[in-house]
């Protein structure tokens, strides 16, 4: 009989991309716009080409944003007039340019070749297709054999004990709002606190990643690896760039009012004593602050002013 297997986006099987000999093609329909209308188009269209093995290639839309580049992969931009231009990361494989090229034949006009860029060479009309220069991820070591992928962990607490639970082939669509969620990119240890959490006190969003990093097999520790927290709505691109398709969009309602926040943990195990000594000095009550809800998160620099040695404190990049 017939066997129905359910995919969803970003996890495809091997057998299925295969099917499509390297020609998936994930596109973007705005909201309010009918499928039928996305013939026309008004704006610019970016597509990330994804992919080590050319029949296992996809191609997805994203936003046209410079922000959305990576140099780890190829792009293939369409300006409202037609022109093609295919970019390609210093980091991108061969097969991943050659795709690139390929797919402006199914999604652009047909028989059109598109201008090809390499990073760096960029002209003044792709920048400016593409909404202006800006930063975005440069780290080609991102999707390298040599080193591991990044993985994405949901945070518990049960009592004083940590639990974690690995979430595989993870989107945006995994970030929970009323959790905090734990991205491991090998170098770094980021902590995305969302909206709906219970509690944005930093000191003990800053002891998941400390707790987490106790247990560490590979041998980290918290005097090596830097711990970001991140708030909803302020991700940096070293966070986002981690996340296919990423768009600021994507909850469609209004950003926090706080700054993203960067803890990186330079002392010795010492550094998290130093904190619960001042938040006591603060509170009075207890060491660590408590769990109850906060309307939103407080300043670091204002709730540890007494122990500047123990962080170094920065704005994460937006």
């Known amino acids: 009989g017939i066997v129905q297997v359910r995919l969803s986006q970003g996890s495809e099987t091997d057998h299925f991309l295969n099917i499509f000999k390297g ?143 690995e979430i595989f082939h993870f989107s945006q669509a995994d970030l929970f709002e009323k959790d905090i969620m734990l991205l491991d990119t090998s170098t770094q240890i980021f902590l995305w606190v969302g909206k709906q959490y219970e509690t944005t006190q930093s000191i003990h969003i800053l002891k998941i990643g400390i707790d987490f990093l106790d247990t560490d097999q590979q041998g980290r520790t918290s005097d090596t690896v830097p711990i970001t927290i991140v708030y909803q709505h302020n991700e940096p691109v070293t966070f986002s760039s981690h996340f296919t398709g990423w768009s600021d969009r994507f909850w469609d309602e209004e950003p926090l009012s706080v700054a993203t926040e960067e803890a990186r943990v330079v002392g010795k195990r010492d550094s998290l004593a130093s904190l619960e000594s001042a938040a006591a000095g603060t509170d009075g009550d207890s060491a660590m602050p408590s769990m109850s809800a906060s309307p939103e998160p407080p300043a670091l620099e204002t709730q540890l002013e007494e122990t500047p040695s123990a962080l170094n404190l920065a704005a994460a990049d937006d």
């Open 23 to 165: 020609q998936l093609a994930i596109l973007m329909v705005p909201p309010g716009r009918r499928r039928s209308q996305s013939s026309t188009q008004a704006e610019s269209r970016l597509f990330l080409v994804k992919g080590k093995i050319p029949l296992r290639i996809v191609t997805e839309q994203v936003s046209c944003r410079a922000a959305s580049l990576n140099s780890s992969h190829a792009f293939l931009l369409i300006t409202p007039k037609g022109t093609t231009m295919a970019w390609a990361g210093k980091g991108s494989s061969q097969a991943e340019r050659r795709a690139a090229v390929g797919i402006a034949r199914v999604v652009g006009q047909k028989g059109k070749e598109p201008q090809r860029l390499l990073e760096g060479e960029e002209t003044q009309h792709f920048w400016q297709a593409i909404g202006g220069r800006a930063s975005y991820s440069t780290d080609v070591q991102l999707e390298t054999p040599s080193k591991p992928l990044a993985r994405l962990f949901v945070c518990c607490i049960l009592g004083e004990r940590l639990t974690t639970e």
